[in-house]
């Protein structure tokens, strides 16, 4: 497998991807705020079977404000948040750019849920944006 390369801050989480990310971009939901202390997350999304993690994560879950579940997968030793994911039957993992061992693979795309984004969280770089999830 051959791709992004990623993990926590003590590596204890290790992950690796292949293809190219479904979606990616900057997330402005409150969840996102919240779970990283900023105004987005920047995230990619891809399919489970494209990304190998090793080790063990931890996981804390909550209703969305959509009122589906989302999941949070950290890594319990520094507390590094790597995945979110929808209900355990989601095929899907997002994996949080800042993880990349190379950061410079992250492209983001869009920028979603910005009707929350903080007046002081403008983007450097033009993206599309949609005020909720894109139809």
Sequence with gaps: MSGRKGGCLCGAIRYETKGLPLYSGFCHCRDCQRATGTGHCCYMIFSRVDVHVSGELRAFQKLAENGNITIR???PNCGSQIFS???PDDDRWTVYAGTLDDTSLFEPTHAVFTRS???WDRGAIKLDE????PV
């Design 73 to 75: 997968h950290f890594c």
């Design 130 to 133: 949609c005020e909720t999830l």
């Design 117 to 119: 984004r903080p007046h």
């Design 85 to 87: 994911s929808g209900p």
